[in-house]
Each structure stands twice: as C-alpha cells, then as structure tokens.
C-alpha cells in the first residue's frame, strides 16, 4: 500500500472534522494509530529492501527508542528517559520551548528521522516524513509549533544516531566470513540458495540491557547421532520428519502464519523467483499495533509499547546468535537428507544461519514478557498481521500463548528440533524478564 494512502486511511479512521479548525491535529496526530502506520511504513522499507530479520531488529529498536525519547521528554511525571539505561546511551537533549513543541509529532518525526538512517536507500521515510508535515500543516498546526517540534525531533535523532553508531555494526560488515565445515553434526548451507550463514558476528553487536551475548547461554543440545535409535538426537530427527509427513490443516496453517520469511526463494522448474513477507521483529511490531489498538491505548503508551518490546528483540536476537555460532548445528533438513530420505523437504524454507537455537522461538517469547508488562497477561486479541501476505488470521488469549504456539510453528515447518524451541523459548522469557525487570519505563 502507497504511504500517501495509509496516512489517508489513518485520517479517515481517526475521525477528523473541518479543516482548519482549532485544535483539529490533535485528532490526527495524538493517535497510537497514527503511530501504528509509520511503524508499519518503516516495515514495508525493511521488507523491500531484503533487511535480514537479524538486522531488522536494530532497525526498528533505534526508531522505536526515538519515537520513545521524545514522549518521554514531553510527559516527564509519566516516563522516564532510557539514557543511562541502555548501554552507552548517557545523555538525550531536553527540550527548551515546550510550549511550541507538539510532542506526538515530534515523536513521529524523530522516529522516521531514526528509521531512516538505519536503513536504506538513502531517503527511505522521506516521502512519509513529508506527508506527515503536510499533514499537521492542513490540520491547522501553527507554524511556530510546526518548526520548534521538528527541531527537537532532529535533536533527539541526531543522539540516538551518534549513539547507534557506537554498537559494532558497522564492523561486523568487514568481520572475517564464516567457514563451512562438512563435519558431521555441523551447519552446513541449504536448498535452494544454499546461502552463506547470516550475520556470524552479530553476538559482538552492543546489548542494549543484557549484561552480554553470552549471559543467558543455554547448555549444548543433545549430540549428534544418526545410528542408535534410542539416543535423544535420533528421536528429535524422527519427530520432525514425523511430523511435517503427517502435518494437518491446522498445523500448516499455525506453521505458515509463523514462516515471516522476508525472501523466500520460489523454484519452478527452471525459473526462481523471490517472494516477501514481514520478518519475525515485523511481525511481533505488528502485534505491539494490534494490541494498542484493541487497549485503545493512547499515543504515549503506544511509543512505550514499540519500544520495550523492540529492545526485547535486540538483545533476543544478540543472545539466540551467541547460541547459533556457539554450537553451529545441523538442521533437520540436512541430517534427513543425507542419512534417512534424500527426496524429504520441510514445510517451510530453511534459513541461513546454524539450527540451535532457534531464532524465532527466542526473540517471540522476549516480546511476549514485554508486551505481557505493558498490557498484562490474558490479554486477548487477533493477530492480523498477516492477512495483507494472504495468511488468515489466528487469536490468541495472551501474548505468551501466541510465542507458544510459535514454539510449535518451528517445528511443524520443519526448520527445528522440538527440544530446541523449548529450550528457546524458555531463554527468550530470560531475555524478556531480564529487560522488563532492568528498565524503569513508566512511572
């Protein structure tokens, strides 16, 4: 969907009057839905632009931090500033002229700002960023007030923009490439693309609030061993084949909602081709906007939401890659492939990177602790993210349910080892308690 057409849509839903009118931005611009849209804009760039789901998750933890910095500037009694919280973020400028300073807008603006230096091509939230002033500009904004927020929007953006580049990802883009080693038990590359494995070095990326990568490390998964069916890895391999040989309506659809494979590789006879959905860190984005929505929350909880779950991803994604290139495992694929059933495929396709632990189990049960802190547990709701890619929906009694079921998903898609997304998503609940417990938010 064009960007111009979901601010439209945002207007419309929202609920605007008269042009003009005194007070009328408000409406617009003072709407966690509003802010849902440009998360979901930052979205769209991250997929368009073949972001890895590893690498996605720094996208959307820097903006969500901006959106957050502001807002909490703006409602100093209701939120605290996360400087000298998050590693190496020491100081956030202070606004001055607070009365001329619109602070949701502001928001919006640093949040866009952030969004798009982290990403590319050059100028990616431009348009939208555009539009956004155009937009309070026709809603009757005074221009004083336009250009004070815009200001300290690009003040607290140009922070969190020193500050990202201080987390090592710009040095682990020349790190020395990982070697493939043919050994039995090991990670060896997939079909079709038979990539290289993604981002090796991403356990040295700067945590956000874990102590290190390496904090939560979980205990080595059971050993390799294709001979003796009574041993525990044998009957892990069974089980996976089991399954997706005998997999139900319901199980495809549990797996195929849960796949977020941001490029799959399609293969017709002669011709492949790539198609796109949301990654794991988008999708749980999209899940942090439906859960607003259905708590009618209002545009300060909704920048508290996006980012203590974002963070949660980040640091999620930092522990699980520690694991993944600690342990370097074999996928069930590749095991199955070359000692049981040459012809067998997954469900889903297999990503690039080692099988244990798994990522997705990891970083959903982390967001599910920090939305579970914003919105509490037994929080029902219905998960649509996926519906625009032609998934049908599926509802959920919590979030820790849905990072449940995703545990299952891993496994009925073929990718893991069912003791591996147990063992997952007890680490990402570690990961997510650990972040919910060290940061004060909210006051």
Not at 22 to 36: C, D, R, T
Not at 52 to 58: D, F
Not at 184 to 190: A, I, K, L, Q
Not at 375 to 391: C, K, Q
Request: net charge neutral; hydrophobic share 40%; charged share 20%.
């Amino acid at each position: 969907m064009k960007m111009k057409n979901i601010l439209l849509i945002a207007i419309i839903a929202i609920g605007s009057v008269a042009c003009n009118s005194k007070g009328e931005y408000k409406q617009v611009i003072h709407s966690a839905g509003l802010y849902a849209n440009t998360v979901h804009e930052l979205n769209q760039v991250v997929m368009g632009n073949n972001f890895s789901p590893i690498i996605a998750s720094r996208n959307y933890a820097y903006a969500a931090i901006a959106g957050y910095e502001v807002t909490a500037a703006g409602n100093p009694s209701q939120y605290q500033s996360l400087a000298g919280q998050l590693k190496g973020l020491t100081t956030i400028p202070m606004p001055e002229d607070t009365a001329n300073i619109d602070f949701p807008y502001a928001s919006l603006v640093a949040y866009c700002m952030v969004g798009e230096a982290v990403t590319f091509p050059e100028g990616s939230m431009k348009e939208y960023t555009d539009s956004l002033h155009k937009l309070v500009q026709a809603k009757g904004m005074p221009s004083k007030m336009i250009e004070t927020s815009e200001a300290y929007a690009k003040k607290v953006g140009a922070a969190i923009i020193a500050w990202s580049k201080k987390d090592n990802y710009a040095q682990t883009r020349s790190a020395e490439k990982y070697t493939v080693k043919d050994l039995p038990g090991r990670w060896v590359p997939t079909p079709p693309m038979y990539a290289q494995a993604a981002e090796p070095h991403w356990k040295e990326i700067r945590t956000m609030v874990l102590d290190s990568a390496s904090q939560f490390r979980p205990k080595a998964p059971p050993a390799f061993n294709v001979t003796d069916k009574n041993s525990e890895y044998y009957k892990n391999v069974m089980m996976v084949k089991n399954a997706v040989d005998s997999l139900t309506e319901e199980q495809r659809h549990i797996a195929n909602f849960w796949d977020d494979n941001p490029f799959k590789v399609n293969v017709s006879g002669h011709i492949m081709f790539s198609s796109k959905k949301f990654s794991p860190p988008g999708h749980w984005m999209g899940i942090v906007g439906i859960a607003n929505k259905t708590a009618k929350a209002d545009f300060e909880t909704a920048t508290y939401a996006y980012a203590k779950t974002a963070i949660a991803l980040f640091d999620a994604f930092i522990h699980c890659w520690d694991a993944k290139y600690e342990y370097n495992t074999v996928r069930p694929e590749t095991v199955i492939n070359k000692y049981f059933d040459m012809n067998w495929r997954p469900l889903l396709q297999t990503p690039a990177f080692p099988e244990y632990t798994c990522g997705h189990s990891t970083i959903s049960s982390a967001a599910a602790e920090a939305l579970t802190s914003v919105y509490g547990d037994n929080f029902a709701y219905t998960d649509s993210t996926e519906l625009e890619f032609g998934i049908a929906n599926r509802s959920f009694t919590s979030f820790r349910a849905a990072a449940e079921e995703n545990n299952w998903a891993r496994f009925y898609g073929g990718l893991h080892f069912h003791n591996s997304c147990i063992v997952s998503t007890e680490q990402g609940k570690k990961v997510g308690s650990w972040v919910v417990d060290h940061l004060k938010m909210k006051k």
